[in-house]
């Protein structure tokens, strides 16, 4: 092999290298990845769920703010614009709304929750309260000896009438602070 044709496999080699470290770096920050697996406490994790991204925004907000986590909600399938049609009385949210054992599927569960001590749960106000899929998440994880905040969106709804069905529906859990970001 000539020098001239060794520098050019360094150099390929070098840029494969570079490249499989950037992929690695963006595939951890991708869906639910950006967890940090730290078994530190003291530690701050924002869980929120949003159908239109209002909600995604104000999560990102929210962890920058507390130099938090973040995790999102991911429903099992996903909402369609008729989905959330609130006006249709068939439509998927006011059927899961009217129904108030229903718990909507998710795809993952947040496998680190164990690492945090301090919880900030948002969503998108539905008929004035918290959409049945932050149930899921809920019931789906061991919350005891966290504090749980409460963080939501919303067109016209306040956040106390979500924050107080839930502190109702989860009284062995202990709740702190709510929160409307718009």
């Given at each position: 092999m000539t020098n001239l044709q060794t520098k050019k496999l360094n150099t390929l080699l070098m840029i494969l290298s570079v490249g499989v470290g950037i992929n690695a770096c963006a595939q951890k920050h991708n869906n639910n990845k950006e967890i940090k697996e730290s078994s530190a406490m003291n530690k701050t994790l924002v869980v929120y769920f949003s159908a239109t991204g209002n909600t995604k925004a104000a999560a990102i907000h929210l962890a920058k703010e507390k130099d938090a986590d973040i995790f999102e909600i991911v429903p099992a399938q996903a909402y369609t614009g008729a989905d959330l049609d609130w006006r249709n009385k068939q439509s998927r949210s006011t059927l899961e709304m009217k129904d108030k054992t229903s718990r909507p599927a998710i795809k993952t569960i947040c496998e680190h929750i164990?690492?945090?001590?301090?919880?900030?749960?948002?969503?998108?106000?539905?008929?004035?309260?918290?959409?049945?899929?932050?149930?899921?998440?809920?019931?789906?994880?061991?919350?005891?000896?966290?504090?749980?905040?409460?963080?939501?969106?919303?067109?016209?709804?306040?956040?106390?009438?979500?924050?107080?069905?839930?502190?109702?529906?989860?009284?062995?859990?202990?709740?702190?602070?709510?929160?409307?970001?718009?």
């Open positions: 164990d690492n945090y001590d301090t919880l900030w749960i948002g969503f998108p106000i539905w008929w004035y309260t918290a959409p049945t899929i932050i149930n899921t998440f809920i019931e789906a994880h061991n919350l005891n000896g966290k504090v749980i905040n409460v963080f939501a969106t919303s067109g016209g709804s306040g956040v106390k009438g979500s924050a107080d069905d839930l502190k109702k529906t989860y009284p062995q859990y202990n709740w702190g602070e709510s929160r409307l970001m718009n």
